[in-house]
């Protein structure tokens, strides 16, 4: 009795063994019409990589010379689409599952096909294909999308895979110091403010000088005109120097916050700054 309740607390507490990992061999995908064998040599390892990632334990047939020799790995060559074949290679292998597929070309579009055969049962388990545009890079992104259906569409159970610590985003890494911070619009309309009221500020002064340059002309009849004019013409200057030494201030903090208003604007939102003599201003064209 007692024997008996310790093996049952021993396998209780046993934890429970993790489901093992698919055995998947991989045929060299066949080049047919207008694909050069290189070509379906790179979409064979991307196959081969990405369905390691996925979690299945993957045979490529560079492997099979080692584990099968040389004359298996030149059946294996011959019968990337008989059924009876593949699956006398899979049990070799020990693989529950054989991919295989081509590649090739029709009209201006290249066109993958796989397929997963179920080594136990000799049939065709699942069959993916994709048409891309003629480009390569188009022809690896349709390879992994054909994969991806094909494996989904079998749902195999994957035995968990240890994930990988999160690293830094490269994203982020690589961004410029300038695309890390946007700058709200209360501050981007602020800083528009300020600048457009320095500005003003500037314009009232030129309009002081333009005041006292026409009292001098109003008094050049009067007999203490000398001292007058030195007076008065002082005064003009110096509201002509505040004038546009605030125009120019209020124009720089205007561009920076029309800097700020770009960096946080909408898609679609056109700012044109405008200057002129006595004024400075920003014109924002779109939704907001």
Known sequence: MLALAAATLLLTAAPAAAPARPRVAVVD???????????????TSIVVNDA?????????????????GVEKQKQMLGCSEDASCLAEIGGALGAEYVLSGQVGQIGSRYHVALQLLDAKKARVAARS???????????????????????GAVALPL???????????????????????RPGKLLAWSTVGAGVAIAAGGGVS???????????????????????????SAEAKRFQAIGWGAIGAGAAVTALGGW?????????????????????????VGSF
Do not use: M, N
């Open 52 to 68: 390691s990632r996925a979690g299945f334990d993957v045979i490529s047939q560079a492997d099979v010379a080692t584990l099968l």
């Open 206 to 232: 030129l309009s002081l000088a333009q005041s006292r340059l026409a009292e001098l002309e109003d008094a050049w009849r009067r007999t203490d005109y000398a001292a007058f004019y030195d007076d008065k």
């Open 159 to 181: 035995a968990p895979r240890a994930s990988a610590a999160p690293g830094p985003d490269p994203v982020a890494k690589s961004a410029p110091p300038s695309a890390r911070w």
């Open 29 to 43: 995908l066949k080049p047919v019409q207008g694909v050069q064998p290189g070509t379906a040599a790179v979409l």
């Open 260 to 284: 700020f208003l770009y960096r946080s604007r909408d898609p679609g939102v056109a700012l044109l700054p405008t200057l002129a003599p006595g004024h400075a201003g920003l014109v924002a």
């Open 129 to 151: 294909a994709q048409f891309c545009e003629q480009s390569e890079d188009a022809l690896a992104a349709a390879a992994q999308a054909a994969l991806a259906e094909l494996l």
